[in-house]
């Protein structure tokens, strides 16, 4: 195959420079004698076929143009009417009904634009041309050009005197290409004129393909008509033209298609009337009336294919790399077309080798028409002995494409990778699978599916429908996909494995066979590969339970399920429940002493249709899980495992006919838990020491109170007073972190579940209940004050518990009744200022240490997050004023990376709650980062800080929007502050310049936000000031404070740049806003103004 000079950029064919010659000529060798112009006229056909001859339709003309005599070829001269281009005089036009292709072209050119009533514009055009060849002629290149955009005309005589070259070139000067906005990239009213011409083009070929097809006059002047077009410069022609071209030569390759078969039919016939002549000694009329046809039929295949070659080489070639990538795309999709049904003539190395170096191609979308021009390729077994030189050529390109920055081509070259694998299995190496094997984890769901077709298809093949019992059939290919999971070491999390194969392969839900290997002795498998197996069963339930694709992988929204999806969905959740019910408490048991795998199987049970409990006959497992669970409670003190089973409790509960039938084994649960802390706390008012173990075992039964408080309103068991006593009076170092912050936890959540219970009470709850509630939140916020303010063990606990409760108990509050009024809890400053300086030293002020370990920075990075969003939600729910937000917008730039869509979200947020408020934030944080810095930093704006200053006020510029009517209250309050803020504490006795001056250079950043009158208040105000401070007598004027003018004025961006180099004047635009704003010339009268001055 031969190839291009260089992978990225294939050389174009020597044709290039070539003259044109007649196709026919091509096929018969004559292209090396005697030159022909680029552009023959359609009636000079030098085919061996009958011809029509050249003037055979003078009489039209005659009629057309009454009785001018015929011009000479070439442009006309100009005479003495009008006014055209280059002194050329436009031909007069006789207004007769069948002169001129224009009413007739707009026929076409509507049903094209339309789409309406295209074969029957088609069939017209057909009886025109019989009867006036030339004006039918005429009015089809007219269409040609009309589709492109053009105005101009082309008259039958052009088109009987004129080359074609001769016709582009006026119909380019008459072309008014005033936009790249032409009816093939047209959207709106036109976004389905591609398929109409598509239906318009292979309707026409349709409807001569028996007879007026094979015309040279019509194909001849078609075919060199595009060609050229196709060649100019205005970018409508060329691309229209090579989508005309490329439709045309499809509808050939269609009838090519027709002939061959027509041709093998009458092979046959001929067969079977040679054995009719062997018992016959007579001649046969039929029979050499099919050898006849065969010829024919031969001649006009051969006619057709000589047509495709021409303009393959004479627009194909030429196009396949224009400059425009739709016009790439037309042709690769076309070509991809002609292997796809032509196969025998087209999947050739002389064609491939196009496909292969737009492989390389720059655009997405070019590379994936070839990569969809390929799929199909695989499919044909015949031609697959053609395609291996190919694959072993590009095979490497096709490889990096699995990563191809455009989604859509990774996904159809990991699809064109499994149909290769079909055919050639050995074709692709281990290395060539890894990239593969890790895009079943790719955040994409779309990828993610491509690439577990693939998993299928080479690892998971042929799978057993699962039921709801074992199939020993599908246990090898459970234990390989467990195997794939546990060695590919790609993710931790199966769910995104689960997910990749969900809706290709049943095998994921065959639960009876996974529990089943699971608990068999039969099976013996090590301790990793069960955890692993584990991890996907539970994940699979989740997902046949839910249909919810896993956290962090995008999903192409479908709108609501189908009812296939739902029937299928509810039965899935059945099957599973069915089949897990008298499985879970055996796995349960069997992996009691092994946390992780609990952790993973105990939230099977929440995806249960519980009413199936309710049987006779599921009954009894009920049971088997309570005392499971009972069991795994004394067990273990894992706080992610008790809260597994406090959530299952309370899932279980919480439904209205199992409640009664576990509520027994949850009050005695949770009796013994309350029971042993009461003994416990005994001990310790009587000062009895414990030792470690005992002093270990009262702590696992604090966290599993702790665990169920979460889920369950514990105020039965009456707590609070202990848990309060607890938290002041226990000082064992070793376990004193863990006790305080699950006592902190259980007291917020009983405060949490008394407002809630006063709240469902209506409008007026009775006041002892209120006093009550009021007297234990007042505890409450004096551990965690205490606790904040001595930076004791439990703070971080107690900071995010002090937030929830100023949320909590906020002002809304008040807005639900009078009766909460009390209730309503109002922070100090003090209190605000240490939440603020606890935020600063542990997310902001903090750095990693080196040696950390991945895990241990994103645990870390998780923490910080926690803290920013706690503290963005104090701000949302009105329990910090807007204004707080810059103690994190502050570091919206130097910390974007890590809080990015924090900042964003709690910015947009701050919009909402209040504008003026937002912008008044706003510059008081830009005053913040400014005075961070020292004085020689304030003062030199070329300075690292100045100029990450700088960049936040660009980052936070954007925040106020296209609104500008919206937002200008907000934006004329920052320019106020901001002047107020620049000549602050100025004295011009003592001070060469205000020390806040170069504050203007970062406000200069938000004029564009304001409006025109806006700007003239501002101007105005900013006058008023610097009159008041620095006085009307000084000579000159600061740098700044001319900058800043000057964005208010609206000079350009380089003068404003050129005002750091020596602008010392006061601008004269000022005393013209001046002026305008105190004399006012007769008009419509003032126009009001929300912000006319401050």
Not at 327 to 356: A, N, T
Not at 777 to 802: N, Y
């Amino acid at each position: 195959m031969s190839e291009p000079s260089s992978d990225t950029s294939p050389q174009r064919m020597s044709t290039r420079n070539q003259a044109r010659v007649n196709y026919t000529d091509m096929a018969t060798g004559n292209a090396a004698g005697e030159k022909e112009p680029v552009f023959r006229s359609p009636t000079a056909s030098t085919r061996g076929r009958k011809k029509r001859p050249a003037n055979a339709d003078i009489s039209d003309l005659s009629t057309s143009f009454g009785n001018m005599p015929l011009p000479k070829r070439g442009r006309p001269r100009g005479g003495g009417q009008g006014g055209g281009r280059g002194g050329r005089a436009p031909i007069p036009r006789r207004a007769t009904a069948e002169e001129g292709p224009e009413v007739e072209t707009s026929e076409l050119v509507a049903a094209v634009k339309s789409g309406k009533k295209i074969t029957e514009a088609v069939d017209k055009w057909i009886g025109r041309y019989n009867e006036k060849y030339l004006v039918a002629v005429a009015e089809m290149y007219q269409f040609f050009f009309a589709i492109c955009g053009c105005k101009g005309t082309v008259t039958p005589q052009m088109s009987a005197t004129l080359s074609f070259k001769d016709i582009i070139c006026r119909m380019t000067e008459d072309f008014e290409e005033e936009s790249a906005d032409y009816p093939l990239v047209h959207g709106g009213n036109l976004k389905k004129f591609r398929a109409n011409l598509h239906t318009f083009i292979h309707s026409l070929i349709g409807r001569i393909k028996a007879s007026m097809l094979f015309d040279s006059n019509l194909m001849d002047g078609f075919v060199q008509l595009l060609s050229g077009m196709a060649d100019s410069q205005v970018r409508a022609f060329r691309h229209t033209a090579t989508f005309c071209a490329m439709k045309i030569s499809s509808a050939l390759v269609d009838v090519t298609i027709e002939l061959t078969q027509s041709k093998e039919k009458t092979v046959k016939q001929i067969e079977a009337e040679k054995v009719k002549l062997k018992n016959n000694s007579a001649g046969n009329e039929k029979y050499e009336a099919l050898v006849a046809q065969k010829v024919q039929t031969e001649e006009r295949a051969e006619e057709i294919r000589q047509m495709i070659t021409y303009l393959f080489r004479s627009v194909f070639v030429h196009r396949y790399r224009d400059v425009v990538s739709d016009i790439r795309c037309i042709c690769i999709q076309e070509l991809g077309h002609w292997m796809d049904v032509y196969p025998e003539h087209f999947v050739d190395d002389s064609y491939l080798k196009y496909i292969g170096w737009s492989l390389f191609d720059k655009v997405g979308d070019v590379r994936l028409h070839c990569v969809r021009a390929l799929i199909p390729l695989f499919e044909k077994t015949l031609i697959l002995d053609k395609l291996e030189l190919f694959v072993n050529k590009f095979k490497e390109r096709l490889v990096s494409m699995l990563l191809d920055k455009d989604h859509d081509t990774s996904v159809e070259t990991v699809n064109l990778m499994r149909h290769l694998y079909i055919v050639f299995p050995t074709l692709l190496t281990i290395k060539d699978t890894i990239p593969l094997y890790e895009l079943v984890y790719a955040s994409s769901r779309q990828l993610a599916v491509a690439a577990g077709q693939f998993l299928n298809t080479k690892v998971l093949s042929n799978p057993e429908k699962p039921g709801k019992t074992p199939n020993s059939k599908n246990v090898p290919l459970i234990n390989d996909l467990t195997t794939f999971f546990m060695e590919g070491d790609l993710h931790e999390h199966g769910t995104y494995l689960v997910d990749a194969l969900f809706d290709t392969n049943p095998l994921v839900k065959d639960w009876a066979t996974m529990a089943d290997i699971l608990l068999s002795d039969e099976y013996e498998i090590e301790s990793e590969k069960e955890s692993k197996l584990i991890e996907i069963l539970a994940c699979s339930i989740a997902q046949s339970a839910t249909g919810e694709p896993p956290v962090g992988r995008h999903v192409v929204k479908k709108g609501a399920p189908s009812a296939k999806e739902t029937r299928d969905h509810i039965e899935d959740r059945s099957r599973l429940t069915e089949v897990m019910i008298p499985l879970i408490p055996r796995l349960l048991t069997k992996y009691s002493s092994d946390t992780e795998k609990i952790n993973s199987l105990i939230g099977i049970p929440l995806h249960f249709q519980l009413d199936m409990y309710l049987s006779a006959r599921m009954q009894p497992h009920l049971n088997e899980l309570m005392d499971a669970l009972d069991s795994l409670v004394e067990k273990h003190v894992d706080e992610e495992l008790l809260k597994g089973v406090a959530e299952l409790y309370y899932h279980v509960t919480n439904h209205s006919t199992l409640s009664s039938l576990v509520e027994s084994h949850k009050m005695k649960l949770i009796d013994g838990i309350a029971a042993f802390i009461r003994k416990s706390q005994q001990q310790f008012d009587e000062n009895t020491k414990l030792d470690e173990e005992e002093e270990a075992l009262f702590v696992s039964y604090v966290k599993r109170m702790a665990a169920f408080a979460g889920y369950m309103d514990l105020r039965h068991w009456n707590l609070w007073d202990i848990l309060v006593k607890l938290f002041s009076n226990y000082n064992l170092e070793n376990t004193q972190r863990d006790l305080r912050e699950r006592c902190m936890q259980m007291l917020f959540s009983q405060l949490c579940f008394d407002l809630a219970n006063i709240r469902r009470e209506g409008e007026t709850p009775k006041a002892d209940q209120v006093r009550k509630l009021k007297k234990h939140r007042d505890q409450l916020i004096k551990i965690v004050t205490d606790t904040i303010e001595t930076s004791a063990i439990g703070v971080e606990q107690a900071w995010l518990i002090i937030c929830d409760l100023m949320i909590i108990f906020g002002k809304c509050l008040a807005d639900e009744s009078k009766a909460f009024e009390s209730l309503v809890y109002r922070p100090s400053d003090c209190l605000l200022g240490q939440i603020n300086m606890y935020l600063s030293s542990n997310v902001f002020d903090t750095t990693y240490v080196d040696e950390m370990e991945q895990q241990e920075r994103i645990e870390m990075m998780h923490k910080q997050r926690l803290l920013v969003a706690q503290y963005a939600k104090l701000i949302i729910h009105g329990a910090m004023p807007v204004i707080n937000a810059s103690e994190l917008l502050k570091r919206y730039a130097s910390h974007f990376q890590d809080f990015g869509d924090i900042f964003k979200n709690l910015l947009a947020k701050c919009r909402e709650i209040a504008f003026v408020e937002t912008g008044v934030m706003i510059v008081e944080t830009l005053k913040t980062r400014y005075k961070e810095m020292d004085e020689a930093q304030q003062r030199e704006p070329l300075s690292e800080q100045f100029a990450a200053c700088h960049e936040l006020a660009k980052r936070l510029c954007p925040a106020f929007g296209s609104d500008y009517a919206k937002n200008r209250y907000a934006v004329t309050s920052l320019h106020k502050m901001a002047i107020d803020f620049a000549f602050e504490d100025y004295d011009s006795t003592k001070d060469e310049t205000p020390k806040n001056i170069f504050f203007l250079e970062i406000a200069q950043d938000f004029s564009s936000k304001l409006l025109q009158q806006d700007k003239t208040a501002v101007i105005r105000y900013l006058n008023k000031v610097y009159q008041n401070r620095v006085g009307s007598s000084t000579d000159s004027t600061f740098e700044s404070f001319n900058m800043y003018l000057s964005s208010l004025t609206g000079r350009a961006d380089d003068d404003n740049v050129s005002m750091r180099s020596g602008m010392t004047a006061v601008s004269a635009a000022t005393s013209r806003s001046g002026a305008t704003s105190t004399t006012r010339g007769r008009g419509r009268g003032r126009r009001p103004r929300m912000v006319d001055d401050f």
